[in-house]
């Protein structure tokens, strides 16, 4: 147990922890531990996801828009399932957000899970995107960024799941739809520029039935509008108090490892 006395040798020792006190105790007090899993619901045979990009923000960055082109970051995201544009993107717009990738490449049936440290008053909405696979620059995510307020705003969880159908697939519209070069059934690498702009798109996914996937099954879509496709789960923990000690002393130790190469270069050993 964390006492003062136990580890705070001197009275400049704790002039220095009482300082570095004041601001972490500020921020730490808000934080939460958010959990977030991810499930296929898609049927066996069906439609496979990238790693899920997501960004927990203030509502400022908005990666794209219906019935507009898309641009650098979305089509990262769409024909890659990188994200390699779209997170500095993210981190340019809203500089403060927590951002971060759950899970791999996710098959029908699957599941993964990752935990992020969430400032819910700072960064109460929830933005995500990952590609569609097999596709040449299908993908799902939410096109308002404040369409998940996943805190209110006394900083309680307010939204436990997200459930997308197939009615919520995205088609980037920067890409032409080709096999050959879609991922995990083509090359990935190769490409035709559409020059279309964002749409809802389902249907086409069964252009790519009867072809073998990259990760070993036949694919047969099997998409219906009433299709269940994926599904956001949210679990909420406070930052642990003995974590916050552990940071508070991991802070003290730093503090006086610099007061003893402050000495040390001084030439006066405080021993
Ligand atoms: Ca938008
Ligand atoms: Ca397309």
Redesign the pocket.
């Known amino acids: 147990m964390f006492t003062p006395s136990t580890c705070l040798p001197s009275i400049s020792a704790l002039a220095l922890g009482c300082a570095a006190l004041a601001l972490p105790q500020w921020a730490l007090a808000q934080q939460q531990i958010v959990t977030v899993t991810v499930q296929n619901l898609a049927a066996a045979n069906s439609v496979s996801f990238a790693p899920l990009r997501v960004g927990f923000n203030n509502g400022s960055y908005d990666a794209f828009n219906l019935g507009g082109v898309a641009t650098a970051p979305i089509i990262s995201v769409a024909e890659g399932g990188s994200g390699a544009d779209w997170f500095p993107a993210f981190m340019a717009a809203d500089p403060t957000a927590t951002l971060g990738t759950v899970g791999g490449l996710l098959t029908p049936g699957g599941s993964a899970s990752m935990s992020f440290t969430v400032n819910p008053l700072l960064n109460p909405y929830f933005t995500f995107g990952a590609m569609i696979v097999p596709s040449?620059?299908f993908f799902i995510g939410n096109d308002d960024p404040m369409e998940y307020r996943l805190f209110d705003a006394a900083g309680n969880l307010a939204i436990t799941s997200i459930t997308q159908g197939a009615t919520d697939i995205w088609?980037?519209?920067?890409?032409?739809?080709d096999p050959a070069a879609a991922a995990f059934v083509g090359n990935n690498g190769l490409r035709a520029n559409?020059g279309?702009v964002v749409a809802f798109n389902f249907a086409e996914l069964a252009g790519f039935n009867g072809l073998t996937t990259g990760a070993n099954y036949v694919f047969n879509s099997g998409l219906t509008a009433g299709s269940e496709v994926y599904r956001i789960s949210f679990a909420v923990a406070a930052v642990p108090e003995p974590g916050t000690w552990a940071l508070f002393a991991a802070g003290l130790s730093g503090l006086g490892f610099l007061a003893r190469r402050r000495s040390l270069a001084s030439g006066s050993m405080a021993r």
Do not use: C, I, Y
């Open positions: 040449n620059d088609d980037a519209g920067s890409e032409v739809f559409q279309s």
